[in-house]
Each structure stands twice: as structure tokens, then as C-alpha cells.
């Protein structure tokens, strides 16, 4: 690896990191649960009963892990940190109100991109289209759209983040991170997930998740992707 290469993975935020391995924790033990239940799942269908249809579920598990797609849409998209704390929020309340939708390798990248997208557009000041997040996600255009009307009514519109939610969340994505660090005998680097400033302008929440700076362009250009 050159020295430009070392510069460059290590700008890639702890957060990205840490929710990346969450994820794909969740999925493999979710993914592994389904293969478990595989002769079940063709027992029930059968007598037709079928599992819920989601717009999330893909029919092939994409080529790409979870790290790399998390770290494609970082380097890409610019949000800022925050932006994965506050899409991680919006994950777990759709997933509350859809309890039926299990995180595994076939939806979590689209879950992700989606979630994503939602986030940038609530915390950062400026991001890109919804054309350029197809794209950096490996999905038409069509489907970004479809998808992120569906996740918006999946959390019915619940974009609002007290302070103090944000900083639960920010506790959790904490504790994974010890999680997958060993302690050491100093005390473990805490987890910088707010921005510079916040925001103190929704209805009933005495303020908003903290926004953060606006989004840097890259001038390189993004690889195609396929998802």
C-alpha cells in the first residue's frame, strides 16, 4: 500500500467503520437464520403462505461487502459524519415499524444507500441528487426514487433527531466500537459523531440532530457499480 493509499483509507471515519460491522454482524447472523429456515420457508410456500415482499430485498447478494460499499458511498457521496449516525437512526425506526424485514446480504446495501440519501438531505447543507446516489449506489434511478419513498414512509417522515437521541445512538455505535476493539489500559478514544453546530428549528423537539458542514467534491471520478 503507497503512502497516498494509507492517507486515504485512514480519512475514512471511525463511525463508517463501526456501522459497517454492525451490519454486517446482523446480516450474517440473519442470513445464517434464513438458511435454517429454508425448508421451512419452501413448506410454507407451498401451502401459501409467503414471507412479505420488500423493495429492499435484492435477488443476488451483491459482489461488494458491506465495509466497501459503506467506504464507496463515503469517499463519493462527502456526507459528513453525522449523516451515518442519523441514517443508522432512521435504519432502526424503519426496521421498528416493519418488524417482518429481517437485515441480511440480499437488502442491507439498498437499506444503507437509502438511508443514507434520507440523512444527508435532513443534516448536511448541501449533498447530491438523487441521480448521483443511484449511481454511487449501483441502482437506476428509478429505483433510488421508489426506494427512498418507500423508506419515508417506512419511518413515517420521522426525520426529526433530538440531541438526546442522537447521543444515545452515538453510545451504541460507542459500545461496537469496544466491541471490536480490545479495551487497552488507557481509556478508549470516544467516538466524535457531532458536527460543528446544531440545529434548533423543529416543531417538537427542542433541536434537531447536529448538521454538519457542507459536502466536499471530489474531482475523481466514481467507478460504475452494479447492485
Known sequence: MTTGEVVEA??????VSILSALLQRVAERNDAAAAAEGALAVAAAAEGRRRPVSAFQGLTKPAISIGGYLERIFRFASCSPSCYVVAYIYLDRFLRR???LAVDSFNVHRLLIT??????KFVDDICYNNAYFARVG???LVEMNYLEVDFLFGIAFDLNVTPAAFASY???????MAYLDPPAPVD???LHCYSAGTSD????DPAAAATAAGCHRHSQQQPQLTV
Open 201 to 204: 428549528h423543529h416543531h417538537d
Open 170 to 176: 452515538c453510545s451504541v455505535l460507542q459500545s461496537e
Open 98 to 100: 416493519r418488524p417482518a
Open 10 to 15: 485512514a480519512a475514512v471515519p471511525r463511525v
Open 188 to 190: 478508549a478514544p470516544r
Open 115 to 120: 438511508s443514507v440519501l434520507t440523512a444527508v
Open 138 to 140: 449501483g441502482i437506476s
